[in-house]
């Protein structure tokens, strides 16, 4: 909290009376019962919290990123901006350390050589990993410190589940971790292909989704209703369209093997079954699929937008959009992710020029700088009201719906071993797409996760 601003209050020195003419009477003394009043107690001034009391000045921090092609263009102008304009001389050394997967084993390995960065990307799953080994500055005391921090107005503009979705509740729900960049799982869909189908909008259960999928296939002339990729988020997004959870309220114990995880498996076994699905071979693949008008269906990252819009542009024009995925809740489910940054532990004065760099990023301008340009969302209400950002969303109006669908967010758990958890899942849905019995594989691989958890 933020320390308030006392004024000392000032001891005025009594001042003795001039005695009276002689002729006057004298004040009587006091009797020995009496005692002078007492003069009021000095309010102490309140010690300056301790994070205030650093210099920074002169420090070089290593950040360690993935970004690339575009995204890199827009962080390196942020970087050059922080390094040319803070005023003490603090310099963010950027180096490239391989996509998300890359950068974590990296730093799995610092971490045993006792070499991590000053600053690095990561979800807040792989911060759990980092803190269990105690390396990681929770950043409360940043946040709130009088001089470095954001104020109470500052702090009311940031989108309050961002925030919530960095803290970690083994670590008495310190944050860990401080969010720049958050999308979320959606369903693009042709608009075109399903006017010419008969249909009138995109599936909202997914039975109705089997039903367009199946109307759309036509494997004689390359069409299919769904272009599939597995994976961790995947799996999680239609265990949360089902109303399960993929984890315990007390993070002990997984419960995707629960019947919300059973029914999504036998979703995708019935989907391939039917003919109408096909497995993606190459990253990326059910992208230009999707752009060749080869499929009907696709799920990805809303971050994917830009690179949708130009695949598509380049193959031929065709209306097009996306949507919450198929849900049998009353409300549609989005699986809300991202990444964050985390400060490594080394000098007090090193880590404070980190933080720093995390404020100027978390600047309303560099806010909308990094969400115009990476496609991700803001993490600041008054980004929103940005010239730039209402012009962006005015050309971009998927972007502009897909920000609708935040308040169906979701987000995936943040405890240590969740990293490794992940590829369980994964394993767990190409398993069942081979054809095993959804229940039997997901027992296994929750027993498999549950003893990851226990061990942590």
């Not at 209703?225 to 315990?248: K, P």
């Not at 497995?279 to 269906?297: M, P, S, T």
């Not at 809303?302 to 695949?311: E, F, H, V, W």
């Not at 020029?353 to 301008?365: N, Q």
């Amino acid at each position: 909290m933020r320390i308030r601003k006392v004024l000392g209050l000032l001891l005025a020195a009594a001042l003795l009376l001039p005695l009276l003419a002689a002729c006057a009477p004298s004040a009587p003394a006091p009797t020995p019962t009496e005692a002078p009043p007492a003069a009021p107690a000095a309010t102490p001034t309140p010690e300056t919290d301790a994070i205030s009391r650093l210099n920074p000045s002169g420090q070089e921090v290593l950040f360690w990123h993935v970004s690339t092609r575009k995204h890199w263009d827009i962080l390196k102008e942020i970087i050059d901006g922080f390094n040319e304009t803070n005023p003490y001389g603090i310099r963010v050394v950027p180096q490239y350390a391989g996509y998300y997967g890359d950068i974590y084993k990296k730093i799995i390995a610092a971490i045993a050589a006792g070499d991590t960065p000053d600053l690095a990307i990561a979800y807040p799953n792989q911060v759990a990993d980092y803190a269990k080994a105690g390396v990681i500055v929770p950043l409360d005391p940043y946040l709130e410190s009088e001089k470095y921090g954001f104020t109470p107005e500052e702090r009311a503009d940031f989108f309050e589940a961002f925030l919530e979705s960095d803290r970690q509740a083994a670590y008495g729900n310190q944050l860990m971790s401080f969010a720049h960049s958050r999308s979320m799982r959606v369903m693009y869909y042709n608009e075109d292909w399903l006017k010419q189908l008969g249909y009138d909008g995109p599936p909202e259960t997914w039975e109705e989704f089997k039903e367009m999928c199946v109307a759309a296939t036509d494997p004689e002339n390359g069409k299919w209703g769904y272009a599939y990729v597995g994976g961790a988020s995947a799996f999680a997004s239609m265990i949360f369209s089902f109303g399960g959870d993929i984890i315990s309220e007390d993070g002990k114990t997984v419960k995707f093997n629960e019947e919300a995880g059973v029914k999504s498996l036998q979703v995708i076994q019935d989907l391939f079954k039917s003919g109408c699905t096909y497995e993606v071979a190459e990253r990326y693949g059910d992208q230009a699929d999707f752009a060749n008008q080869k499929v009907l269906f696709t799920f990805g990252s809303t971050a994917g937008l830009p690179y949708y819009d130009s695949a598509i542009k380049q193959a031929g024009e065709f209306n097009w959009s996306v949507a919450p995925p198929p849900h049998e809740t009353p409300e549609p489910v989005v699986d809300v992710y991202g990444p964050s940054a985390c400060i490594f532990k080394s000098t007090p004065e090193r880590q404070l020029a980190a933080w720093l760099f995390f404020k100027y990023w978390a600047e309303t301008e560099n806010v909308v700088k990094w969400a115009t340009v990476a496609n991700y969302f803001p993490i600041r209400k008054s980004a929103i009201d940005s010239p730039l950002m209402k012009e962006y969303l005015k050309k971009n109006p998927k972007y502009e719906k897909a920000f609708g669908f935040l308040k169906y967010g979701r987000v995936e758990p943040n405890v240590a071993g969740w990293q490794e958890i992940r590829g369980i899942m994964a394993d767990a849905m190409k398993k069942a797409v081979e054809g095993g019995d959804p229940k039997e594989i997901l027992d296994a691989a929750a027993a498999e996760a549950n003893a990851i958890l226990a061990s942590q």
